[in-house]
């Protein structure tokens, strides 16, 4: 066994497919990770196989920077070694034995991996609703569109069972990609904290000395970081307090503010990484991300662990996400600072309407955006695969 405690559930044999390491609570935000730990709990025993890159795999990618920042178009470097992916994927599972191999955001691997294990396949978006929607998927060649496109259809083609987190992304698969819409199936993520606060710690009253703005996010631009101080200082000249606390990047042009508080890097590999994040979304009373495209935040599923509004933006797979006066509101994307200030203000001075949304922004936590509610229906939707696979050859599933 390889991580968490056990199985507690099942008996399958569980191959977790990755090019990144699921080991790393830095991958894919610690998705990964925390996957992998609720389908131990929920489906059998997980093997990581994981991170799989070829020699070449560092190089060409410094070379993608290079050719990016020269020439303005993107040339994504996993292309020219799906095949070289494939093979080294069918090695390392031939190591073992296997009921299925789950691969989450691991086209690029099962693309072209030869294998009798039922796949079963993950992802938050297709590549044709990525296209000019995410800065690595616009000036894209022609050609390496193309092959982008053919890589995404193969990996589906070539899976049992499909997951995503949102209609947005399903129904792409189903439109575009033709997946069998009876093997689709929409599971919302989890948040990815390993210990979420009891629900009388996370609704508990915070102090009204000042409202904190908390903001999550690496890429500055596309999360929406301007709009986000905008919001900070309009609800100043509203005449609110505000904090707003920045976490995981850094304002351009070196901006300075009193209310605001910068913390680039918190590494979450490191229990006092994890403690000090914690602390953040404990003392903070709305979480702000006017995100400019966005598949699926986990950072949304975290806020509403700790009983936090969201406050976002209507775009890509996130209406599914946030509910509009459930767990808080989604704005257009061509709102600005003073909207989202408007918002908070009309809360911040009603203090039932507020509390009200916290204990409902906990509820969609622990109702559906959790990882146990994750697995339970993960692990039938594997089931089902591992089950269709054995009728196929011959033999009842048990």
Known sequence: MEIGTGVSKGSLRIAYLTVQDP?????????????????????GEVSLIGPIKPFSWNLRKAVHRGIMAATGRNYPYAVPLIGKLGRLAGRRLSKGTYNV??????????????????IVYLSDATVKIM????????????????????????????????????????????????ADPGKVHIVPFGANIESAPPREAALRPLSRDRCRLLFVGVDWQRKGGEIAVQTLLS??????????????????????????????????????????????????????LPTRAECFSIALCEASAFGLPILSTHTGGLPELVL???????????????????????????????????????????????????????????????????????????
Request: with cysteine; glycine share 6%.
């Open 23 to 43: 080991r790393d609570r830095r991958s894919w935000s610690g998705t990964h990770y925390l996957m992998a730990r609720a389908l131990e709990r929920h489906c």
């Open 101 to 118: 191999v789950f691969a989450p955001s691991s086209s690029a691997l099962i693309a072209r991996l030869s294998t009798q294990v039922p």
């Open 131 to 178: 296209v000019n929607y995410y800065p690595e998927f616009t000036n894209l060649s022609p050609s390496y569109l193309r092959a982008l496109d053919d890589i995404e259809r193969a990996a589906i083609r070539n899976s049992r069972e499909l997951i995503y987190p949102s209609w947005w992304a399903a129904r792409s698969a189903i439109l575009h990609y033709g």
């Open 235 to 288: 609800l100043e000249r509203m005449g609110v307090p505000t904090e707003l606390t920045i976490v995981g990047c850094k304002p351009p042009n070196d901006f300075r503010h009193p209310g605001l508080r910068v913390i680039p890097f918190i590494d979450k590999n490191e229990p006092q990484g994890r403690t000090q994040l914690h602390e953040l979304w404990s003392k903070s009373d709305f979480f702000l």
């Open 324 to 398: 509009n006066g459930v767990n808080g509101y989604l704005f257009p994307l061509e709102a600005g600072g003073d909207e989202y200030a408007h918002r908070v203000h009309d809360l911040w001075q009603n203090r039932d309407a507020y509390q009200a949304l916290r204990a409902s922004s906990r509820n969609q936590f622990e109702s559906r955006l959790n990882w146990d509610a994750w697995g339970e229906q993960v692990s039938k939707v594997i089931r089902t695969a591992v089950g269709s696979s054995q009728a196929s050859n011959g033999r009842l599933p048990s």
